[in-house]
């Protein structure tokens, strides 16, 4: 099997690991280099010789070196692992199927289990070595996408957890496209646009969420480099305050000369009823969240190879 | 005499059609069977469910005993199966499809598959996309054979071919089940070529089984007859009739008899000896007959 599976797929391993290796000799050549570039130039500005106001130059000059990578490697981080479920995930039962070589492959001395269980394995495992290979990418590449370090919560996307997680949710997403639909350009479809989606999803609605965040009613007790996912006013009931009562209530603050003795969220609190509140994810929790994002798209993950291998065993050949 | 093959009372639905219907018959082990049948009656699926690439709704298909439901690699280790599109992996030379026939397989004769692909002037080296249609037969009768299989399951192993392609790999088929001692179970719609080939014959007509024995004593037990209508009874009282088609002034059936059976000569009736042919479209006749009656 592992010969067959090599054999079956060297072609798309070949193409990956191009793909890989040019992104990663961009991303090394250029990330190493752009340091001592910035260097030069005096920036990050308003840190050394150059004041602040007069980095303008400087820094077109920097992106004038650096500038196309900024908007295609996160681009392309994001991009590559989750190509993986209509590329290598969708095709892997489905053109058994519609070649019909189901017919030869599943009439050999192998069960069906143990065929898709070993391409299975070792497709992961060639994941696992890509997406360590990408987030190291990643890292180095940092300076040449950004002068100034990116913030921790924008980096999560580049983490080598979110990488290989999406990366092996998308392989099982396309294989039971695959397996569901049988038709290498359906299965190709429904897994871009469902990976697409899940991922859209995950970034907007779960990452903020999936590890419950700290909710503060004050503005002085959240960390400088803390992620603050939301924040806004809401009143003694703990529902949220609509926008409008909120700039008659900010009107009457300015009207009512307390700027001097209240700041704005005691005067709002005091003498409108409306509180502060803010949820944010600490620093500390970087690798957290991380994790639970990756546990997250594992479990999914699973759950699709055991519906996949459930359809291969059952439905006729 | 021991059973290569006994399907018991398989079914299998599709929606609600009945692909099969209580289909039963046996084969003895070391047979050439012809399994012969209309296009949907359920040859393909037969031979599907018994190495467990499709399942049945109810009964069961045994291989030397054993159910591709309960035990499906045995089954697979002991049989060798074309698929009627006889499907091999284009981007492969040859050479890495008997490779592959090694790689998944416990019981692998390499050197027995190389030889019969080089027989038929095929080298390893070239690319199963560049070749014919029936050098591609060969290929997946060479994969099929290197199990050294004790049941042959081939679907349609003649379709698409030309005829000396045909003759060839039917030339194969008998050297290699001599050879090996192998029971073969094929397809086909070419009686002429069942004739030649095999030596067990099945009708099978939409889904059930109309026929199952040795060529010889169906084809011996079974006479052609015209008469004038007036022989109807007659007929019927020394035979029974398989399908008869009635004309104004003739009658000509194709009937059964057992034993030896004296007819009046001369006023019009004429017997003879049934050929196989004539056999097989009578039994499809009436299976089809029987099927748009109910």
């Known amino acids: 099997m592992i010969w067959l599976t090599y054999r079956q797929h060297r072609a798309e391993a070949l193409v990956a690991a191009v793909l890989l290796a040019l992104v990663g000799l961009v991303g090394v050549v250029e990330g190493l280099r752009a340091p001592a570039v910035a260097a030069s130039l005096g920036l990050p500005c308003g840190t050394g010789s150059i004041l602040p106001g007069t980095c303008q130059g400087p820094l077109d000059q920097f992106r004038r070196e650096f500038g196309w990578l900024s908007p295609t490697l996160p681009f392309l981080f994001i991009l590559l692992p989750a190509l993986v479920g209509p590329f290598l995930g969708a095709p892997l039962v489905a053109r058994e199927h519609e070649f019909r070589t189901s017919l030869l492959v599943w009439s050999q001395g192998v069960t069906r289990t143990r065929w898709l269980a070993t391409k299975l394995l070792l497709f992961g495992t060639a994941l696992l070595a890509g997406a360590i290979l990408l987030a190291a990418v990643a890292q180095v590449a940092e300076p040449a996408v950004s002068v100034t370090p990116m913030i921790w919560y924008q980096r999560i996307e580049w983490s080598f957890p979110v990488m290989v997680g999406t990366a092996l949710f998308a392989l099982a997403l396309g294989v039971f496209a695959g397996a569901l639909t049988r038709r290498v350009l359906a299965a190709m479809l429904i897994a871009l646009v469902a990976v697409g989606l899940a991922r859209a999803g995950v970034v907007t609605q779960l990452r903020p969420a999936l590890v419950a965040p700290i909710v503060t009613s004050s503005r002085r007790t959240i960390p400088p480099d803390a992620w603050i996912v939301s924040s806004g006013y809401v009143d003694a009931d703990g529902r949220a305050v609509p926008i409008e009562r909120l700039i008659a209530a900010n009107n009457e603050f300015f009207r009512s000369g307390s700027q001097r003795s209240y700041n704005s969220d005691d005067y709002l609190a005091e003498k409108q009823g409306l509180y502060f509140r803010a949820a944010y994810q600490p620093k500390e929790r970087e690798g957290i969240i991380e994790t639970a994002e990756l546990g997250l798209y594992v479990s999914i993950a699973l759950a699709l190879v055991a519906a996949s291998l459930w359809l291969v065993r059952r439905r006729p050949a | ?294």
């Open chain 2, 1 to 294: 005499m021991s059973l290569a093959f006994e399907a018991i009372d398989v079914t299998k639905k599709f929606g609600r059609v009945r692909a099969l219907d209580a289909c039963t018959f046996s084969v003895p082990a070391g047979r050439i069977v012809g399994l012969v049948g209309p296009n949907g009656a359920g040859k393909t699926t037969l031979l599907h469910i018994a190495i467990g690439l499709n399942a049945p709704t109810a009964g069961r298909v045994e291989v030397f005993g054993t159910s591709a439901a309960e035990d499906v690699l045995t089954v697979l280790s002991r049989v060798g199966f074309v698929a009627q599109e006889r499907p091999l992996y284009r981007g492969f030379t040859v050479g890495e499809t008997l490779e592959l026939g090694r790689r998944l397989n416990a019981r692998w004769d390499a050197a027995y598959a190389r030889r019969w692909v080089e027989n038929a002037g095929i080298a390893l080296e070239q690319r199963v996309e560049t070749l014919s249609g029936g050098e591609r037969a060969q290929v997946a009768l060479s994969l099929a054979l290197g199990k050294r299989p004790a049941l042959l399951l081939l679907d349609e192993p003649l379709g698409g071919l030309d005829p000396l392609a045909r003759r060839a790999l039917l030339q194969e088929l008998m050297s290699a089940s001599t050879e090996s001692e192998a029971t073969v179970i094929l397809t086909s719609h070419e009686i002429a070529a069942i004739e030649r080939t095999c030596d067990y014959l099945v009708i099978l007509g939409r889904g059930r089984v109309e026929l199952a024995g040795d060529i010889e004593a169906v084809v011996g037990a079974h006479l052609s007859i015209t008469a004038p209508p007036r022989y109807e009874d007659l007929i019927k009282s020394r035979a029974t009739i398989v399908d008869a088609q009635r004309a104004e002034r003739q009658i000509s059936a194709l009937v059964r008899v057992s034993g030896d059976v004296q007819w009046p000569t001369g006023n019009g009736l004429e017997v003879r000896p049934a050929n196989l042919e004539e056999l097989v479209l009578a039994y499809l006749r009436r299976a089809r007959a029987e099927r748009t009656a109910k």
